[in-house]
């Protein structure tokens, strides 16, 4: 049996690993507050913007491990915003991941060939985006 004293240092070095600024960009609130609950119920801080021009916005104002963006939406749309990402030095290489109602081969292409990491499709399962998240900020 495992020494609670381990158990606890493991737990604590995973959830120092965990910890990550993450930037959410999505139109709808209820879809930013699931993932804010999600995301900070797994130790990392959030960022919420309503839109593509808000998250680039906030980006260029922090720095951020991880941006999970909507592709649909107002004023700028998920792939032009990973495009506009991906022109900033501080955003070459930062994960990204599209989440979205559409799951079209060609949309995910259009997100590849954007720069995009990864592609989850709306609803979410919450442990499988905490999944995704883990493996793409290691």
Not at 23 to 37: F, G, K, P, Q
Not at 52 to 60: I, R, S, Y
Not at 100 to 109: G, L, R, V, Y
Request: no cysteine; net charge neutral; proline share 4%.
């Amino acid at each position: 049996m495992a020494h609670p004293a381990l158990n606890t240092e493991a737990q604590l070095n995973s959830k120092a690993a965990m910890n990550k600024l993450v930037l959410t960009v999505d139109d709808s609130a209820a879809i930013r507050e699931m993932l804010a609950y999600v995301l900070k119920s797994a130790g990392h801080k959030v960022i919420e913007a309503e839109d593509g021009m808000d998250g680039l916005q906030k980006a260029l104002a922090n720095a951020f491990d991880l941006v999970i963006t909507d592709q649909s939406m107002p004023k700028m749309d998920g792939i032009t915003l990973v495009k506009a990402l991906r022109a900033l030095p501080q955003y070459k290489t930062t994960p990204i991941l599209l989440l979205t109602t559409e799951s079209s081969d060609a949309m995910k292409d259009e997100g590849r060939l954007a720069g995009a990491t990864g592609w989850l499709v709306k609803p979410f399962d919450p442990n499988k985006l905490i999944e995704v998240v883990q493996k793409v900020t290691r």
